[in-house]
């Protein structure tokens, strides 16, 4: 039987022009369907998480601070996430709850800085995770 490296192909996001894998192109590498589906499932959610998070940051630099937070919202649990709602909140002039969320983001070092620049490493990093 030959084998795959199913970590290796499943597990990387599936962003904006990749290649999507099919069951047809999976069939005859004895890859068990519940696992891979899970897999694929897992993926898709941080994709739409990464697409969301990217869309609330071009949504910061255009100014539309509430469709920003509402968005970034939905991801709590995420540091990146975290760390979008810690900028906007201190693009809001909320600086207590800015504090709150660079702790939860693990970015108390980014509390000074400049929050286009800030915006623009958000989105250098969300960008990363997509290979691109």
Known sequence: MITF?????????????????????????GINRRILDGTLSAVHE????????????????????????????????DATAAWT???????????????????RADRLDRVADEPRAELAAIQAELRSRCGG
């Open 5 to 29: 490296p199913v970590s290796s192909v499943f597990t990387r996001p599936f962003c904006e022009n990749s290649r999507r894998y099919s069951s047809s192109m999976i069939s005859g590498f």
């Open 46 to 77: 941080m994709n739409t998480m990464n697409e969301a998070l990217l869309q609330a940051v071009e949504l910061a630099l255009t100014g539309k601070w509430d469709a920003a937070h509402q968005l970034v919202q939905q991801y709590e649990d």
């Open 85 to 103: 709602h810690a900028v906007l909140h201190k693009i809001e002039g909320d600086l207590a709850n800015g504090r709150y969320w660079y702790r």
